[in-house]
């Protein structure tokens, strides 16, 4: 998947487009195709220092220039306040690809082409650029210019800071105020020249568009310089690591063996897109805390999101178990089932690591689906011995009541949650005490998550021969199941969204796509007319290409377009913004009442074209509501990659044995 001149060399369409690589450990490296730094996350090094959170901005970028045949061509380019650009670098780019995630930018000047890959180290805060000249008939000095700072990624950093570089020969350390980590920036070849400049009003059009403060300074601590010929190759490395980074060659073999291991995973039939999927998934596996207590989570998104508990669960299967990752997927199920607290799994974890916040009442019923299809893939005894107990108390936890009110209702069997202020649901936005979509009651897809909880426990107390457990979940299941019918809309043939509503007899009669969980998930307790009728609502309201719609655009509350300041979008979160990630429920659901797998897969493949549009290689949070359908939210989400990937794969199965 190459762009060519005619997105590279036109502004808006290069610096629209972005990149990604990361380290494993929540640090990451990204940017725009056109070279300039649109967010204030976008960088060449941000750390984790406290993996997977406590991220920190050290490298913002890398500037790049050249001498050739006795011409100046500069390589970058940069926004700035009011809208100026410079250097305009990227009318020089011929080509942007990336190959086994990794981004590759080649250069034409004059008749030389000049080649930039970007990539870092696995499980450690490195960072390397990588240029080699493939063309060329005379020598070419190349310049790189490092522009950083040292600041929390959310932040911006305005005015001086008290940085210091010190260095010689090849390579230089820079120290920022006590308490701030140390880094080191090196070449493989030639020389480093200290500077001291300070580069001011840097614009990040995304942070402007967003309503959120825009500027940046940036620090320039040197310049280092070196000389190539065709077929040579320079490393730049820039590293918080206290050792020597590995060398860059080896990095590089391992990162592209990493991804053709996961390519190898997938069915043979699988198209190159799906193989940047399995590529991308990897992206969002993260160490939690120190290497030596093998806890292992997901990132739900970048470049914002840290790991998140519902995230989690619902991405698991896609990101490890359709992939193989068989002992990826138990770490991360034993890191999580250590957070369960009266119950309940904890809905994220904070930016500085140490708060765990559960207002969620679907992330530990999610944690169930995930125990499940990892059990069905691989015989693992042991894990299910170490986790039935947690699940157990779960089931117990919410049938006699926990936190926000999360109770199974002895009148019908369902589950009631929610209490005023409170969101908890996937439908969560929350834009200082008002939430926008509180949806307390019996939601939907939190009562067909919890039938399915009760038979995923039913199951695994009968592989463990604990009638006790079992008799405890048929009963609380059979309950449930008869008061599942109290969710069927007759006037309009579909699902209602919320049941009992505050506690009430009300119901909410919105079309969201909540309802479509109660067809894809393993147990349905509709009928098979109920069950198609739920399909056809939400293909005739809510399917887009990209995902569906949070609420039909028939609806007096929809909002079709998923921007402006934190209050607009908040307010449009959840009411008809896209969200790509359910396009996997969807075509699951579609081939349950239709048995027509390779329709159903065709439901997935416009995403094709998306990995080529926003982040390359990966699928994006959120949608406009409205077509075109923008790409918005977290360029990179965790449950988007895994829902469409997992889908695809267990479709193709389908076709292949039907």
């Known amino acids: 998947m190459t762009l060519g001149r005619d997105i590279c060399g036109d502004w808006n369409a290069a610096v629209g487009r972005e990149w990604l690589v990361t380290n494993g450990l929540g640090g990451y490296a990204c940017g725009t195709v056109g070279g300039a730094n649109t967010r204030r996350y976008h960088g060449f090094l941000i750390a984790s220092l406290k993996p997977p959170v406590e991220r ?36 020089h780019l011929e080509s942007f690809t990336s190959v086994h995630g990794v981004p590759i930018w080649r250069y034409a000047v004059a008749d030389a082409l000049l080649e930039q890959r970007i990539f870092m180290a696995p499980g450690a805060n490195t960072s390397y650029l990588r240029l080699e000249v493939l063309r060329a008939s005379a020598p070419m000095a190349v310049r ?60 990040h059009r995304e942070e402007f568009a967003r309503g959120l403060d825009a500027l940046e300074d940036l620090w320039e601590p040197g310049t280092f310089t070196a000389e190539l010929t065709a077929g040579q190759a320079l490393f730049f490395t820039a590293t918080a690591e206290s050792s020597e980074p590995p060398a860059a060659d080896d990095i590089l073999a391992i990162v592209i063996a990493r991804s053709q291991n996961l390519v190898a995973a997938l069915p043979k039939s699988a198209p190159p897109w799906v193989q940047m999927l399995a590529t991308a998934s990897d992206q969002f596996i993260v160490q939690r805390g120190e290497k030596s207590a093998a806890t292992v989570s997901v990132i739900a998104g970048y470049p914002w999101f840290a790991d998140w508990g519902r995230d989690t669960m619902i991405a698991l299967p896609g990101l490890t178990t359709v992939l193989g990752r068989f002992d990826t997927a138990a770490a991360i199920l034993r890191t999580y089932a250590g ?22 009442a679907d992330a530990t019923l999610w944690l169930f689906q995930a125990v499940s299809e990892h059990l069905d893939a691989k015989r693992d005894p042991e894990l299910l011995r170490d986790l039935f ?60 998550l919890w039938l399915n909880a009760l038979e995923v426990t039913v199951r695994l107390a009968g592989r463990l021969r604990n009638s006790a457990e079992k008799r405890f979940c048929q009963a609380l299941l059979k309950r449930a199941a008869d008061g599942f019918a109290r969710f069927w809309n007759a006037e309009r043939s579909c699902l209602f969204d919320v049941i009992d509503v505050d ?99 065709s439901f997935l493949t416009p995403i094709a074209q998306h990995l080529a ?46």
């Not at 006699?400 to 949650?417: N, P």
């Not at 056809?536 to 300041?565: F, I, K, M």
């Not at 549009?613 to 989400?637: K, L, N, T, W």
């Open 503 to 601: 506690g009430s007899t009300a119901q909410d009669a919105s079309v969201r796509p909540n309802q479509i969980f109660a067809v894809s998930l393993p147990h349905c307790v509709l009928p098979q007319e109920q069950m198609r009728a739920v399909v056809d609502t939400c293909a005739r309201e809510l399917l887009t290409s990209y995902g569906l719609r949070s609420l039909s655009a028939a609806d007096p509350a929809y909002v079709g377009h998923y921007s402006g300041n934190a209050w607009q979008r908040d307010g449009a979160y959840h009411q008809g913004t896209v969200w790509s990630w359910l396009l996997g429920p969807f075509s699951r659901a579609h081939y349950r009442v239709y048995g027509d797998a390779s329709q159903a897969q």
């Open 613 to 658: 549009a926003a982040c390359i290689g990966s699928v994006s949070e959120v949608f406009d509501g409205d077509a075109p359908h923008i790409a918005r939210g977290c360029f990179a989400q965790a449950w988007s990659v895994a829902e469409i990937l997992r889908s695809w794969v267990y479709l193709d199965r389908k076709i292949s044995k039907p």
């Open 389 to 448: 107990p947690t699940l157990a108390a779960i089931i117990h936890a919410h049938a006699e009541g926990t936190r926000y009110g999360i109770q199974v209702d002895s009148h019908d069997g369902l589950l009631r949650a929610g209490e005023p202020g409170s969101q908890l649901t996937w439908m969560d936005a929350q834009h200082g005490d008002h939430v926008v979509t509180p949806r307390i009651g019996k939601p939907v897809e939190i009562n067909a």
């Open 339 to 360: 957070f369960v607290d009266r119950g309940m799994l904890p809905n994220r974890f904070s930016d500085a690591g140490d708060t765990l916040e559960y207002n969620t």
């Open 56 to 91: 920190k901005l050290l490298v913002a970028k890398v500037d790049l220039s050249v001498d050739y045949l006795g011409w100046p061509y500069y390589l970058a380019a940069n926004e700035f306040s009011g809208g100026a650009v410079d250097p305009h670098g990227f009318v």
């Open 144 to 203: 790189l210019k490092p522009l950083v700072t040292s600041r929390d990624y959310h932040a911006q950093g305005r005015g001086t800071q008290p940085l210091q570089a010190t260095g010689a020969g090849n390579r230089c350390t820079v120290k920022a105020a006590d308490g701030e980590p140390l880094y080191r920036l090196s070449v493989s070849s030639g020389e480093y020249a200290t500077a001291d400049t300070w580069y001011w009003n840097f614009l």
